[in-house]
């Protein structure tokens, strides 16, 4: 799973110039059309599969902080941890920081599947509502945050099940290598014994 993250901030006319290119960027950069459909871009957040880019840039921008104006998250999983859902996958991730925080987060994703490894990049506004206030507060990540991310992300894959079908199968196999070793051995006994039947009781090695 591979989780990285960077931040913006300064004047507040600047950042949101560049959020704004930034989404514009991630909603028509290019597509390959084997993978990919127009509408697989579009901005989603946790209760929208459609959000309007000046919607996303406006909410976010009114909602920064001194410390920092929104983040931007890039989601990766390894090729170990099968999403067959990556906007669910998403949401599932984001609620989790946001309960990790204890803090209501505006964000706003877009799906890219035009490289080798699918991905999802993730726009955070860099303040959010306190749960237990309803202030407003920063949001911040350290590294403990990313590795948090990073551990929910591989959880919310498809990765548990997976490795549960690898074991099972290895079992499966152990088990009928098990079986036929004691079936060879049913079949020698019992020709160990027809020959033995046909030469007066006397035991000879096969």
């Known amino acids: 799973m591979i989780v990285k993250g960077r931040f913006a901030r300064g004047n507040l006319a600047s950042a949101a110039k560049h959020l704004n290119a930034h989404l514009r960027y991630l909603e028509h950069r290019s597509l390959d059309e084997s993978n990919e ?10 209760d929208s599969d459609k959000i309007e880019r000046n919607e996303a840039v406006h909410d976010v921008m009114s909602h920064t902080s001194t410390r920092v104006n929104y983040h931007k998250i890039v989601l990766s999983p ?18 989790d920081l946001e309960e990790y925080q204890q803090t209501t987060l505006h964000w706003y994703a877009s799906y ?23 202030e407003q507060e920063p949001v911040t990540l350290y590294r403990q945050d990313y590795d948090y991310l990073r551990e929910r992300a591989s959880d919310h ?26 079936e060879q051995a049913v079949q020698y006994e019992q020709e160990r014994g027809a020959i033995r039947d046909h030469n007066g009781g006397k035991d000879y090695e096969l």
Do not use: C, K
């Not at 459909?37 to 946790?46: I, M, S, T, Y």
């Open 37 to 46: 459909r127009p509408e697989d871009r579009h901005l989603f957040n946790q």
């Open 78 to 95: 390894g090729t170990d941890e099968p999403v067959e859902d990556y906007r669910q996958w998403t949401r599932a991730i984001m609620q």
């Open 112 to 134: 890219h599947a035009n490289t080798d490894n699918p991905h999802v990049h993730v726009v955070l506004a860099g303040a959010g509502e306190a749960l237990h206030t309803g």
């Open 157 to 182: 894959s498809e990765h548990d099940w997976y490795a549960q079908l690898v074991e099972h199968l290895q079992e499966f196999h152990e088990r009928d290598t098990i079986l036929s070793d004691q």
